[in-house]
């Protein structure tokens, strides 16, 4: 997963901060948001699983710092469900200037309520999936009932959540009260996933039954049976990810991408941006690029790093079909391999000493109750590997043009 550290600005005019989760091998098909927990933050281990799980599946995840919490600018104390509404709002903005508009909303405990919300008012997004989500804002404030009257006397009360101290004032209970979700999840139309656990004890999963309830068709909900509120377990947050993210594939509207084929042993496909190349070889895919100081993108081995896997491959395989047939205990083959170009130095016939010859390094590790000499037989073997004959005879490559077929 690559991470990139950014920042946008919100209504208010805060720096919120935050990290764009990025596929390793791709480029991201979609983006998506996700709201983090009450009081939380953006580095919260289910947080972080879950995004790892869906940038798995290609989708990039924005996930930030509400005003007032973890690295973003701003006073706690002054914010509010709405303000967490704009901020994600904010976010969405962001990713739609410099990226791309999100499709996807998620949302944890309040965060999801804060999703649902946010959602309606952004045409861009087609899903959306809640996490151990109360079926109305103001269920937070069981959270605070031990200081509910102090709030309500004083004007604001110091909290104890989550083991960290926070001021809560009055007009964070006011605005938790004013919003009404069972109204906006009529009006909402769009697919969502309840993800919700029996045995949550902060959030209890009736309120999963409201919100589904509530909703209109698609909607789906899935039981994160075992799991705690704060799905500290990676098991359980890695398995929420992977069910949104092959859940949403079915509402998201996603160019059909070509099927790769070929009457050839391996066909390669590289189009007009980049230089990521899809490979099919007999039935395997896989992905070839080049790094990032020639402009690629790294998603995949570059081609000379495939031709040296090649080289690796053919002889460790050469070696333990030589020791299996000969009955030898060769445990495990390790081969170590550097390419590299190098001007001639050594050719005695070479009329242009400017001229640069391809040298592979090669070193082989080799473990197994094996006899000095039968350690040194192996390594005549290795230069017997196919691979490696075929590099040392004289090749030659046929080229032909064809139409492209449509």
Wanted: aromatic fraction near 6%; charge should be negative; glycine fraction near 6%.
């Amino acid at each position: 997963m690559r991470s990139e550290k950014v920042h946008f600005v919100n209504s208010n005019g805060y720096k919120l901060s935050a990290r764009l989760e990025l596929p390793a091998d791709q480029h991201p098909h979609t983006f998506a948001l996700f709201a983090h927990v009450f009081t939380g933050n953006k580095n919260l281990t289910a947080t972080r699983h879950i995004s790892r799980a869906l940038t798995l599946d290609g989708i990039a995840v924005l996930r930030f710092d509400f005003t007032g919490l973890g690295e973003s600018e701003g006073d706690f104390a002054d914010t509010n469900f709405t303000s967490n509404v704009e901020d994600l709002i904010a976010a969405a903005s962001f990713l739609e200037e410099n990226y791309e508009a999100p499709k996807i909303m998620i949302g944890h405990s309040l965060g999801g309520a804060a999703a649902i919300f946010a959602a309606s008012r952004l045409d861009s997004i087609q899903a959306v999936a809640t996490i151990g989500t109360p079926s109305e804002p103001e269920h937070v404030s069981h959270l605070l009932s031990e200081s509910l009257e102090d709030i309500e006397k004083r004007g604001a009360a110091s909290v104890t959540v989550g083991g960290r101290m926070f001021t809560i004032k009055k007009q964070f209970l006011d605005d938790i009260r004013s919003k009404n979700m069972f109204n906006l999840l009529r009006d909402l139309r769009k697919p969502i996933l309840i993800l919700h656990s029996p045995q949550d004890e902060v959030v209890e999963i009736e309120n999963a039954a409201k919100i589904y309830h509530a909703s209109f068709h698609p909607k789906s909900f899935v039981t994160l049976d075992g799991a705690d509120h704060m799905l500290s377990k990676k098991a359980d947050a890695a398995y929420a990810g992977s069910l949104i993210a092959s859940w949403v594939m079915r509402y998201l509207d996603l160019p059909k991408q070509d099927i790769l084929r070929t009457d050839r042993q391996v066909v390669a496909r590289l189009g007009e941006i980049g230089f990521t190349t899809e490979i099919l070889a007999g039935r395997h895919g896989l992905l070839a690029d080049e790094g990032e100081e020639v402009k690629g993108d790294d998603f995949g081995p570059s081609p000379y790093q495939l031709l040296s896997a090649a080289l690796g491959a053919c002889t460790a395989m050469t070696l333990q079909m030589y020791a299996r047939r000969k009955g030898w205990d060769l445990k495990e083959v390790k081969v170590h391999l550097d390419h590299g170009k190098r001007y001639v130095d050594d050719c005695m016939a070479c009329t242009d000493k400017e001229i640069k010859l391809d040298h592979f390094d090669r070193i082989i590790e080799i473990e197994g109750n094996l006899t000095e000499e039968q350690r040194n037989r192996l390594l005549e073997i290795a230069n017997r590997c196919p691979v490696h004959r075929t590099m040392e005879n004289e090749i030659r490559v046929n080229t032909v043009l064809r139409e492209a077929v449509v």
